[in-house]
């Protein structure tokens, strides 16, 4: 088993629809974050949960929610979406120390707004 | 405003020789900087590291280098493989805050 699963791998859904994606680490790491990655743009950084704890939100629009009932698994709750929302949703994991460390991928959610 | 610039959006580079991607940075704060690759419909896969206090770093057929004065770093693969070809990213953070931030990437292409 990987050590960050995502599921699912690809979701279709209508601006109407509402859906979630799934995210779980097995790694043991304390930190998770949700990432977008859109075409011809970096990743772009939309939550971070450091031990649970949401300590960054990008400015995200509210029809994204994040959701983090413990420290393996991570969810993002769509509603309501656009077109332009349609992207690859990339779920992340890492242990916080006193020094840095690099994060661990999962492989991504290829969402298409229809 | 970008934090980390990857300029060239694409390289090709023949097998077996060296393949160099560039990443430069604004944020004087930065100081752990990562490469990453990414194959088509996977994430982005950990590949090497360097904190500020180094200038080089090394493992295997990757090294990794730091210029703290040009704000400048490069990822050298030598001898490039065609398993190489991939989006490289570079994405940096500073010490005390989890976050990454990462450049638009790098497609590389090695040439059988």
């Known amino acids: 088993e990987t050590g960050v699963t995502q599921t699912p791998r690809h979701l279709v859904m209508g601006m109407t629809n509402k859906k979630s994606l799934k995210c779980e680490q097995h790694?043991?790491?304390?930190?998770m974050y949700w990432y977008k990655q859109s075409a011809k743009k970096p990743l772009e950084l939309m939550f971070v949960?450091?031990?649970?704890?949401?300590?960054e939100n990008n400015s995200v629009p509210s029809r994204f929610s994040p959701e983090c009932p413990n420290s393996s698994h991570l969810f993002l709750h769509l509603h309501t979406l656009q077109p332009e929302d349609s992207a690859l949703y990339l779920c992340a994991s890492s242990q916080v120390v006193q020094s840095n460390t690099e994060a661990f991928f999962g492989q991504g959610t290829r969402l298409t707004v229809v | 405003d970008q934090q980390v610039k990857q300029n060239s959006p694409s390289l090709s580079v023949q097998e077996g020789r060296i393949s160099i991607l560039n990443c430069d940075y604004t944020?004087?704060?930065?100081?752990?900087f990562l490469w990453y690759k990414k194959y088509p419909a996977e994430g982005p896969t950990f590949l090497i590291s360097?904190?500020?206090?180094?200038d080089k770093n090394e493992d295997g057929r990757f090294t990794v280098f730091l210029n703290k004065s040009a704000k400048h770093l490069s990822l050298h693969i030598v001898p490039s493989q065609p398993g190489d070809s991939a989006v490289y990213f570079c994405?940096?953070?500073?010490?005390?805050?989890?976050?990454?931030?990462f450049g638009t990437g790098t497609r590389l292409t090695i040439i059988p």
């Open positions: 994405a940096a953070s500073h010490f005390g805050n989890e976050k990454l931030t």
């Open positions: 949960y450091n031990f649970k704890e949401q300590t």
């Open positions: 360097i904190s500020s206090i180094k």
């Open positions: 944020n004087s704060m930065f100081d752990y």
């Open positions: 790694l043991g790491h304390n930190a």
